[in-house]
């Protein structure tokens, strides 16, 4: 049974109408009626889908059917999202390799179970072959893990490699469901980890409201020296968190302000639970950027795409500081065994574990001169082995951005673009300078900004001699409009302030954009009353990467090249929000 199906079995069920789901859901009747015809449905786990699932649940408490409960909704809407659209492949691919691997299921044994023969078994778990009902092979996987779980701590370790809120005394079934959603669906992780929940994140993301917040500004590395012995052996998982504050500590009480690598697939799932040791550890690493450190981060992206996103995610704030080099390692990485190398001018700090088993793992802290020279060599020798996952373009960049651009626009290649205002090189000069002057501009920024306006022009008028250029344009009516108005889209040369636009404005530019299309052979543009964003916006050089700009707080770019990222980006169906 589909989302649509449920949803609608349910308003049956209730003898209640669309309407009156829409009042109790605090949903519009519009989203309502698109989540009934099937054309849309809300992600699990967000706003939306919490909104719908209390407004059943209060419709079925005011006609008295109390068996009908929030919990039970959300697993019938959670299983109905099974059987919607086509499973990603390689997603399936990766957890199934996660889960047999975290379970040591062979594949001899499994194919046996399963009545399949070996090699296509085998062919599966590469990735060059998908069984042709992917529901149905994973509920039987689903059951034959499930029988290998004989402890609770089996059941503990599948709860958390699947992401579901199983009690301990879930039934078998329960736990099958987990691994069919698990391996089926994106929502295995319910919130956040999807390429939608990452750009969310970013486009609602405030740097100097999170600074207001942390009180960033307020903070002060301290002084007062901690002692801490040359070198030190930690086990246990108190004991493992305990290693990591000291290296954050010996890092940052230290008189070097040499970079820190860090690399670790360790798993953090346990630590992340923990009352205390997640905001001591987002405390350390804010120092370090306060003392003014660059952190080259060593991403661990060998892992289901959801899960590298949602730890991809709490990463935007450090990001944003721009002090962050992002890299990756590409290929398989032991999945068996698990490791971390920090190393910093004053420390380093290594450790490993057996997957599964963090609480029996180990960590050893130095500082000694002889050892740190020997992890230092092996953290840049691991570092020269990865890839940039993106590069950062803040302020402090904004030549080298610049030379980016440059270099870009030579590459031969589909441009698409999907913004959320409208695109600079179409703007005229005329309606520039009244903009402009209405904004209060002197005379030398209203020179700047023309002259960035005319490099634009010329630089996609010179892609446009090679390549084809489509852009979404943000298409809103005048009451939105009023609530969210537009500025120009001056990020490219880190203007730090909004040149707003009056809706008239707005509009007239927005004819201008369609002159641009017919005056320029190879670029279309496509306005869109469900764009997705108001402070992001995308553009996809196919087959080579993608382009996110923070248009303000700060203007940032964020120039991705890792292609599962890329992929993700360039086959995102919009509107990826609810409206």
Known sequence: MSFQDQLNEYIAQLNCTGKELAAASGISAAVISRYRSGSHSPEPGSEQWQRLIDGLAAIAEDRGLTDLSKSEIDKAFRASRVTEGPVDAERFRQNLNELLEAFSVGSNELAKYLNYDASYLSRIRSGQRMPRDAAAFAESVGFFVVRRCRSAADREQLRILTGSDLKGDAKNEDYVRAVVQYLCTSDSLPAGGGIGNFLRKMDDFDLEEYI???????????????????????????????????????TVLSRSDGAVTMYSDMPMAEMSQHATFPKKWMFGMAMMLKKGLRLQMIHNVDRPFHEMMLGLESFIPMYMTGQISPYYLSGMQNSSFRHMLWVSGAAALQGDCITGHIADGRMYLTNRSSELAHYQKTAEQLLNRASPLMDIYGQDRKSAFERFLRASSAAVGARRSILSSLPIYTLSDELAERIIL????????????????HSERQRIETVLEHSPISDVLPEIGEEEYNRYPMGLSLAGMFYPHDIRLTYEEYREYLSLCRAFEQSH?????????????RNIQITILENDCVVVTKNKSPAIHFVIRHPKMCVAIENMVLPIIET
């Open 212 to 250: 207001r917040v942390i009180h960033f500004d307020e903070m002060k590395p301290p002084t007062v020296p901690i002692r801490l012995p040359n070198s030190r052996f930690y086990t246990g998982l108190s004991e493992i968190m305990d290693a990591q504050l000291d290296f954050l500590k010996e």
């Open 438 to 453: 209405r904004n209060n501009c002197s005379a030398a920024e209203q020179a700047v900004i023309l002259n960035y306006i």
């Open 521 to 533: 052979p190879g670029y279309s543009c496509t306005p869109d009353k469900n764009t997705p964003f």
